[in-house]
């Protein structure tokens, strides 16, 4: 209950005058809240005024501790209260809870110009603050080793117009052709140093052999 009649006539005033208001909220019959501005608005704050048995001879006590408030800096809270126990000096002796709830709403620009507005940014459905994050590191490409057939079959494939880009297999030729010559020129010598007929014939399935090596070769 109310400690005296100025604040139960005070009670049923604040009743009468914010019914409906979502803003204002009764905790007791001697404590009141008043939200000044709507909910998400990031300059919003909660005033909360209690009486004290001596009320209204002497000073409400007046408050901005609620959790409403936790994003208010410190300062900002204490110029609040400052600015509000000028208007408690002014009104002393007289029912003032109006006076103070008006007050805070009429001037919240004034009263919050200098509260930071923090800045919040979605990432991938999660909040983060400032970092964004840092990306992996790209792995560098490995470069693949073709093996000498996959050489030869690269090697193999023509051009748009049907034909294979000049110079495709030079060192293919130049290595075949040094083995065929050695080859011819060492059955000639071998002929012509040999002397008897079985030799010559030996060599002859000797290059044979490696005729053949020279046709299957992946060179």
Request: glycine letters at 4%; charged letters at 25%; proline letters at 4%.
């Amino acid at each position: 209950m109310a400690a005296n009649e100025d604040q139960e006539m005070e009670l049923e005033a604040l009743r009468s005058i914010y019914e409906g208001d979502a803003c204002f909220r009764e905790l007791s019959p001697i404590s009141f809240q008043y939200r000044v501005g709507e909910s998400g608005d990031p300059k919003a704050f909660l005033v909360e005024v209690s009486w004290p048995e001596t009320y209204p001879q002497t000073a409400p006590v007046i408050s901005m501790d609620a959790f409403f408030n936790n994003t208010i800096s410190s300062a900002i809270k204490r110029s609040i209260l400052d600015k509000l126990m000028v208007e408690v000096e002014a009104n002393l002796g007289t029912a003032m809870t109006y006076t103070l709830f008006e007050y805070a709403k009429d001037n919240k620009e004034l009263l919050m110009e200098n509260q930071p507005v923090s800045t919040v940014t979605s990432v991938s459905n999660s909040i983060a603050i400032g970092t964004p994050a840092v990306p992996a590191s790209k792995k560098k490409d490995k470069k693949e080793q073709l093996s000498k057939t996959q050489k030869r079959k690269l090697a193999d494939k023509t051009d748009n117009k049907g034909e294979l880009p000049r110079g495709w297999n030079w060192v293919d030729v130049i290595k075949h052709v040094s083995i065929f010559k050695l080859s011819i020129l060492m059955l000639k010598l071998f002929a012509r140093n040999s002397k008897n007929c079985c030799s010559f014939w030996v060599m002859i399935c000797i290059f044979v052999k490696c005729f053949k090596m020279l046709s299957s070769s992946d060179y």
